[in-house]
Structures are given as structure tokens and as C-alpha cells.
């Protein structure tokens, strides 16, 4: 951030009186510029045993497999988030479940909320961001080249609570700062 | 939004290739600057059976009473935010607890992450957002002054669960934006 959104003067970067962070501040009308970590929303759907992926079209970690999952937009809930995901990654309609995941993402400054979820009918295909999307079983899932850590841990999370019966909900921490930070 | 934080000219909002809504894009550098949901993080603190609130200090809803909860931060867990509320609004360094209720407030593009909190010791006072912080039995909760929706929720749900004996999470939204959106 190098300028002021509301007015166009350049920021600075300092600590505002009462605050104990440096924020972007505008030289020119004083707006202060928060940013704050953002919220990735996204489930893994079930049909008949059989798990929905994804594999990536763009970067990063283009041409390895995800849960279907995005950037929560303003104005819709977590849960709709998932299922318009699922729908514009995977052209699949699905019906979110119960809490699964919050993974931080410490180094990516993101909040991912998974859900389970179900897909009604065996229909799916590929949208813009995705090469394919296919069902798996569980001994079909490609672990050495699943896109991300957090969707690895979902989705054990998700098959464990599956042969345990339970629908239970897992936090976890990634942080890949420099060990500085 | 008005100018680019990255190059300092005007934006305009429009719908850009391969996108299904309006978002403030630069005129001269074409950066797109995604508006997202924010979190706020709080928890409901107990000690010895009392739960703590603070009476707020600031606008919106200056002089009514809430938990401590705030905007979370970059680099840091929803836990990690929680705990640090209670201590800048409180100033009661608290244990960070069981998942309570996740609280979409859509008319203001928040996701609110309650969790259940414990008090070790009855130490606690107002921070500089705060008035005043009470430790309050079940009956002495001022229903009538609560300075939010969610925050009527999230000691509902906590009191009806200690009821129970039992570690619910729940979910809602609330929507007060205009009918036409």
C-alpha cells in the first residue's frame, strides 16, 4: 500500500496514537488503512463414499488438487461461500454440513473455514480455475500432490471423523514466516 | 474507495473479465482491490461461575455492555485475538476455550468467532475502549443493555450449554442491510 484510497495522497507507515501497530496512515487526511487477515471458506463433498477434488488451474500450485475453496465475498455467509465455490470451481451443487476445519494460515494472513458437505448427484465438472474435478475414494486420494498443507489436514480430519462416526471440528496453525518475524 | 492504494490514481467499479461482481479496479495500473468480510474475534470469560462483560467505551453503542471481541489481526489465531481482546478491553488475561458460535453480521461484512473462555483469577478492569468490566452471575446479565445482536447470542447459547453440561458450537446470521439488496 503506497496511497491513501480515499483521498489518493501517499501513506506512511507508523504507529497511530492508542494503537500498538504500525499502520498504513494517509499523510494528507489522517485515514487509517487496517488490513486484516481474510477468510478462505471451502468443504470437502461427499457422494456416495466418494470425495469431490479439484485440480488447480492457476497459481499458485497450478496442476495439484484441492477441496473445493475461495475468498469469502461480502454479503454471504461462510456456508454459502463453500457452496458457490463448489459451484464455480467444480460446477458442483452441493448441500454444506457441519463445521469441519479453521486452519490459520499465519503466513498468508488467511482464516480457512472448511465444511462438510454432500453432493446430492454424481454431477460435476471443471469451472474457469480448475483442470478437472473428479470423485475419490479414500485409497484413490493423491496425497503426495494434494495443492496446500490445510487441505491435507482437512481432509484426514474429515476421513477420521468418518470411520469414528463423529462430526467433530479441528483447529490448526500453519506459519511459514521467517523464524525473524 | 476513490484511488489506487498502489498507484495513486482513480478507480472505477466494474465487473472485471471473468468475475460476477463489481469490484473498485485502478484506471491507470489495472490492480483490482477485493473488498472482503472482516473478523472479529471475542470470547465469553467465566470465573467461579460469573461471566465477564465490559460496558463499551466508544462508538457504536457507546455505554451499553458486550464481551471483550475485536477485529482480528494479521499473524495471529482467532485464539490468539480473542485472548489479546480480553486483555486490551478488559485487561483480564484469560484461557482461551471450546468454539461457541460463529455470528455472520452481514450488514456490516463480518464473521464474529465467539469461544468460551476461563478466568483463573477474578483480575480484571476497563481498558481504554471500556467504561467499566463486572463479573456477573447468570440473573445480574443486563439482557435489555447489551450492545449487540451476537452478543445476545453468544451468552444465550453459552448459558443454555453450561445448562446442558455440554460444548456446542452454533452458527447465525444476521442481515439488517435494506430489503431491496
Redesign the interface.
Known sequence: ???????????TLRVPE?DQ?PR?VCTACGTI???????VAGCVPEHEGRILLCRRAIEPRRGYWTIPAG?????????DAARRESMEEALADVEIGS?LA?V?V?HA?Q?Q?MFRARLPRPEYGAG?ESLESVLCTEDEIPWQDLAFRSVDFALRRYLEDRRDGVDR?H?M?LDL?PAA?
Do not use: D, K, W
Open positions: 500500500m503506497n496511497f491513501c484510497s480515499h483521498c489518493g495522497q501517499p501513506v492508542g501497530r498504513h488503512h487496517y488490513q486484516n487477515p481474510r477468510i475468498f469469502m465475498e461480502n454479503g454471504e455467509t461462510t456456508q463445521l479453521i490459520h499465519l494472513n482464516v473455514v474457469a471440528h483447529f496453525a514466516r518475524h
